[in-house]
């Protein structure tokens, strides 16, 4: 029986390479005319070259069995904000549309080219990774609407079967948000546990890099690639079960300000129920302290502060090429003082130890990762307020796909913890996946 290589999932993938039933090349093959057939329609990629891709491929056959790393020939899709030495880096940017190749990669895509990852070329990002302008790419469960952003092409590929695994970025939402619109796992693991050198920069305070993917089995395999390493919990000591466990529901402030659409709001109590069904004790909860109700603001005024000092190169060299919205926080059109960075920067740093001891309360924390279903058009990327202060807050954040909202599209909720307890997110969000999956096939 033929193999449908390109719905492979990278974990499966690898297993067939390493048996010998797969080759490099028939699987780059295999997600090419997929994305000859398809790209045309959702536009993910800003940036590809199948020729250099089969040629990687063959050169990745010819490596000896004994030297294959952990991702040996799994295709992955790069945000293009990260340099690559191979491939252009161009942002999205009308500044650098002619730019070539960098002598250098992104520290993230040196770890995945050294762990053997075949790089399959460059996605659509927003400009910058940093406005909410969105296209061309769209949604591929229903073109009509937005894959959301800032990592719109990385989400796409991933749902649409043109790659397994997809590097994002996020400032504010843009992982967990594209990933809630299209439908699959988006992982923003704690800031700082993946360099962020050789990526745009946007907010040195919130930026992190993290994936895309169908399967919690893919993001795990990547956390060994990258070597996480959780805080020491007595938990861990025991397997997570979802029966007897404690699993805490926080709509946050956001729920009022965005507000929580008729979608979002039908997921949260389905979810709810399903836990409850299989034997968790759900808990709605609020903010540990009423500063939390603060983040929001605050986070807008670091990325607004922040920003001024990011895109001033940029802007010095092409002003006129430079969207509204960068040459605003350039100029500071919005009016933050330093004294307002200051004061967010200080004010949300003291809440993070208080959020990592309260989240230990609890075995599983979920909150909503968008306030209803992608938005109709692809001119705005969505609202990504529901996930700015875990952004702040620089904790793990996993949005699990499976539940409908609406139009045949989903609507995501995202697993939080405290920082550090990455691997601990995606132990127990196999779990809960699992039980949200299911409702499609009950549906």
Not at 90 to 109: E, G, L
Not at 121 to 126: I, L, P, S, V
Not at 226 to 247: L, N
Request: aromatic share 8%.
């Amino acid at each position: 029986m033929s193999i449908d290589s390109t719905t492979l999932s990278a974990s499966n993938a690898v297993s067939l390479i390493r048996q010998g039933n797969l080759t490099v090349e028939q699987y780059a093959k295999a997600l090419l005319s997929r994305i000859a057939q398809r790209d045309p329609i959702v536009h993910a990629w800003a940036y590809i070259d199948p020729e250099y891709v089969l040629d990687q491929a063959r050169k990745l056959d010819r490596v000896p069995i004994e030297h294959r790393g952990p991702l040996h020939g799994i295709p992955v899709a790069i945000k293009d904000i990260a340099l690559t030495k191979d491939m252009p880096t161009r942002y999205n940017s009308d500044i650098y549309r002619s730019s070539h190749s960098s002598s250098v990669d992104a520290a993230c895509v040196i770890t995945l080219r050294a762990a053997g990852a075949l790089l399959l070329g460059k996605t659509h990002t927003t400009e910058f990774a940093a406005t909410t302008d969105g296209g061309p790419c769209v949604n591929p469960l229903n073109i009509g609407h937005t894959p959301g952003g800032s990592s719109s092409g990385s989400a796409a590929a991933v749902a649409d079967f043109q790659a397994p695994i997809a590097l994002g970025t996020q400032t504010g939402g843009s992982i967990v948000r594209p990933a809630s619109y299209t439908g699959i796992y988006g992982f923003k693991p704690t800031w700082g546990a993946i360099s962020r050198e050789g990526l745009a920069q946007y907010s040195i305070s919130c930026d992190t890099p993290g994936f895309f993917a169908r399967t919690i089995e893919d993001l795990e395999l990547l956390t060994d690639v990258y070597r996480f390493e959780d805080v020491a919990q007595p938990e861990q000591a025991t397997e997570f079960q979802i029966q007897g466990a404690r699993v805490g529901f926080i709509k946050t402030h956001v729920w009022d300000l965005a507000p929580a659409g008729p979608g979002l709001k039908e997921v949260w109590e389905k979810a709810k129920n399903l836990l409850i069904e299989h034997g968790a004790i759900v808990e709605e909860i609020d903010w540990p302290d009423d500063d939390f109700n603060k983040l929001t603001d605050w986070h807008w005024a670091i990325i607004n502060g922040e920003g001024r000092s990011a895109f001033h190169g940029h802007y010095t060299l092409d002003k006129q090429n430079l969207s509204q919205f960068l040459v605003d926080q350039v100029e500071n059109n919005l009016n933050f003082s330093r004294e307002d960075l200051l004061d967010a920067l200080d004010r949300s740093a003291r809440l993070r130890p208080i959020w990592d001891r309260f989240s230990e309360r609890f075995e599983v924390i979920l909150t909503p990762s968008a306030p209803d279903i992608a938005p109709e058009g692809t001119h705005f990327t969505g609202d990504a307020r529901f996930c700015g202060p875990w952004t702040l807050l620089h904790v793990p954040c996993l949005n699990l796909p499976g539940i409908s909202g609406g139009k045949s599209l989903p609507i995501g909720l995202t697993l939080v913890s405290g920082r550090y307890r990455d691997r601990h997110v995606l132990k127990t969000g196999k779990i809960i996946g699992d039980i949200f999956e299911s409702t499609k096939a009950n549906s």
